[in-house]
């Protein structure tokens, strides 16, 4: 498959005759200087791609010929959700951007008490922005899905949800409990779902992470450094993948 | 030991007297605003560290009493050599920054065919520049050394020194070799040394990878989506480190 690759609506992406939404006409036109004949990917979010052969080019308007539908590949298989504590904008954008291609599925912004973003409304604008983030990171990097972005949640109202995945909190009190070691003994039980999460600078408060252990979520140590928070996410989110063969073979690994 | 921590020169650091540079003093008077009674650990960056009690302090010369000297905590029993290709200015920053969390011992900049920056020469200021990220870095994590950053070579340069550590080649056509598990295997020989080739955006040319690997480099996956260049490079530090178990505990570690 084509290397630019382009997320489309799924009723786009059900006609043969693809007539490219006007900001991917422009990308193509413009940014990528493609021209008819040349082949592009697309995917429709839902798990299936095709390969288009562009037909005519304009700044406004681009059309193409698609041709059969495939499974889209490049999602791992296990689905990771990670909650990082909202920090300052370059920050968290760049965890939204490398845990894409890490291959975070969810990711859950979360409000703590020393998270330096407090804020509790307003957020539809950011999303937006966050969105396009993680749908341009996802098309670049081969991912067969654009991760979800929740609306940011308080911990405690993360940790009442019903519906969350067995999961981590990383926590530089804990001096035992590695994350890989942890992630190992939960693919082995079959369980594809893991929650990780991270914690401002300044990290959890103790009071935070005993709340978090009461709901269920394991304290792990990423070791005797002191790793900054945007670091932090990225190796856990890499620890994960790693154990469960998603970041080149593992003969350790666990499969279901 | 205090949370604060700065690597001093050796001669500075044997007294028990210590005179703070002035950088350093600045640092302490006005961004950390320590007080006369606070505590900060100085390190000599050959291994060694003192708890020391702040005396006096001014915006120009900060004087404090050094306790007794101990062996300097946060150095991995990895050896780590990464080696990046030269990328525009922040991203490389980024990495070297990330690196040194990550407890990467030695930083080798390469120019590579399809390197950002081709420069040869000049390199006296950026390395200067280099040089203060690695040290914050390393003050900020934790660590003991200040890593090393070498001056840019050429990759045939590289490949061409009598003393390197044996390594790998991240290599995108490479579809079968994990790097976790050749950083297993490597770890189980008693061999602390590694080196980790990273190739620009676009990546190494078929013939690079090819003199690497007649060097004696092997060639190495990440998986199957494509990462960017600053993802890859942190994501292969970080698969060296929790398999030598420096990144919280792992429990089919090789300790030698």
Known sequence: MSGNRFFIAPDVFANTE??????ISRQIHSVLRLKAGDLVTVLDNEGHCRQVEI??????????????IFPAPGEPGVELTLCPALTQREKFEWILQKGT??????FVPIITGRSLIQETGGWNEKIIRW??????????????LVPEIS???????????????????????????????????HLSTGNRQIALLVGPEGGFTEDEAGQANSAGLVSVSLGARILRMETAAMAACVICMVVAGELGSFSVAVRS
Chains 1, 2 share one sequence.
């Open 55 to 68: 037909r005519e080019v304009d700044a406004r308007q681009v059309i193409g010929s698609a041709g059969e």
């Open 131 to 144: 969105q396009k983030i993680v749908r341009e990171a996802a098309e670049q990097c081969g991912r067969g």
């Open 101 to 106: 291609e890490l291959g975070v599925r969810h």
């Open 151 to 185: 609306t940011p949640l308080k911990l405690a109202d993360y940790l009442n949800r019903d519906e969350r995945p067995r999961g981590y909190i990383l926590h530089e009190r804990e001096q035992h409990a590695g994350l890989a070691d942890s992630v190992m003994r």
């Open 18 to 23: 693809i007539i490219f939404p006007r900001e």
